[in-house]
């Protein structure tokens, strides 16, 4: 079936053409629960762009399973680490077995297939990360008066400016003296010190984590700290925390958000302590180059905010070229003055070496901020981090 689908301009502040599409759409997305729920919260906005779209049978979801799903049993670097949640995906979308396709952006490399581009970036969703105790760790921090009682919650504070500055995080503002909003913690931590942050950890905790972004800050401010893999989807590993696998791990808040499991985040980690993987947050949608017509429709309901930050993490990224094995962080946001500050971090596995650094600019700058804060940290680091 042709439909012609009809927008209005007037009402979104933007101009697209009348468009003549072969329906349904075919969407393609990874299997998992939070790929779902990220695909689907897309679809449900596309429609409220164009209204239209209500009364037909529109989009045809097609779920794909991908390497990094496959393989649970070893870390992604293991397994060659990039573009791993996403190669299958984008062979059906250069196929055209699908339209387009709705990807978490941090699991896109930086360099997509020829043929391939990023249409739009969506509104971010909370970038931090989220520490979440095991039943043991956490009733030994409750005693200690670190967190609250079991069944208590601490409920995730707000975004902060804590990485002001061209290199190390400004202190907490004396308004801001503890990292929780409730219960009250009996001593204050400071959200730009790891090693308070982390300190409801007991020594030689056992960390579950396939992130070696994670591994690495964490052992950088804890080297006491263990390590062990913790990998598949967001329920699963909520599931394994809880049996014991481990005494706490850390996960991306915005996909407990998503998913509405936000309550199991013991403390949320300030970008201070804790610098976020780029894109972390943000949903991005691909599509096939050639295809200008389904280009500009998701391209009209691009988040600007969105485009920037993104524009500028993917630019770090690609700078600094790391093998998989390479912890990267990189995470950028518009200030109260317009600008945009971005902050990327490189370091060992170990947590031996890291060095964490911030550029300003203008947001029409992102991609040269991107670039050049990522050519500062490599020009810094060892040579061996990049082979």
């Known amino acids: 079936m042709t439909v012609a689908q009809p927008y209005d301009p007037a009402s979104h502040g933007i101009r697209v053409q009348t468009h003549t599409r072969t329906l349904p759409l075919r969407v393609g997305t990874r299997a998992s629960p939070l790929a779902l729920a990220q695909t689907r919260a897309f679809l449900a906005e596309l429609v409220r762009f ?3 779209l209500r009364s037909m049978h529109v989009f045809e979801e097609h779920a794909i399973r991908t390497t990094g799903d496959a393989v649970q049993d ?6 060659g680490g990039k573009g791993l949640f996403a190669k299958e995906i984008h062979e059906a979308l250069a196929d055209g077995r699908i339209d387009f396709a709705v990807h978490s952006l941090k699991d896109l490399e930086t360099t997509l297939p020829p043929g391939i581009v990023l249409a ?13 105790l095991g039943p043991g760790c956490a009733e030994a921090a409750a005693r200690a008066g670190r967190v609250a009682p079991a069944g208590g919650r601490l409920d995730p504070v707000a975004p902060t400016d804590a990485l002001a500055g061209q290199s190390a995080p400004m202190p907490t503002p004396p308004d801001r003296p503890c990292a929780v909003a409730a219960p009250p913690c009996r001593e204050p931590l400071n959200l730009a010190d790891p090693g308070a942050a982390f300190a409801m950890l007991p020594p030689g905790a056992l960390i579950g984590t396939a992130s070696v972004r994670r591994q690495a800050q964490l052992l950088h401010a804890r080297p006491d700290l263990r390590i062990t893999t913790l990998r598949g989807n967001v329920q699963g590993r909520l599931a394994k925390i809880g049996q014991g696998a481990c005494d706490a791990s850390l996960l991306a808040l915005a996909g407990l958000r998503r998913l509405a499991l936000a309550d199991a985040a013991t403390l949320v980690l300030d970008p201070a302590v804790m610098v976020p993987a780029a894109g972390q947050g943000i949903v991005g949608v691909t599509v096939r180059a050639a295809d200008e017509e389904l ?11 969105a485009s920037h930050v993104a524009t500028a993490e993917r630019a770090l990224l690609a700078a600094l070229d790391g093998s998989c094995r390479t912890p990267i962080g990189g995470y950028a946001h518009v200030l109260a003055d317009g600008s945009l500050l971005l902050t990327g971090l490189v370091a060992r596995e170990d947590g031996s070496f890291l060095l964490r650094r911030s550029l300003q600019g203008a947001r029409a700058d992102a991609a040269r901020l991107g670039a050049a804060l990522g050519a500062s940290l490599r020009a810094d680091s060892p040579a061996d981090l990049f082979a």
């Open 50 to 52: 164009c209204p239209v």
């Open 74 to 79: 070893r870390r992604l670097t293991d397994i």
């Open 120 to 132: 739009c970036t969506l509104k971010r969703e909370d970038a931090r990360d989220a520490l979440i």
């Open 295 to 305: 280009r500009q429709l998701l391209g009209a309901i691009e988040d600007a905010e």
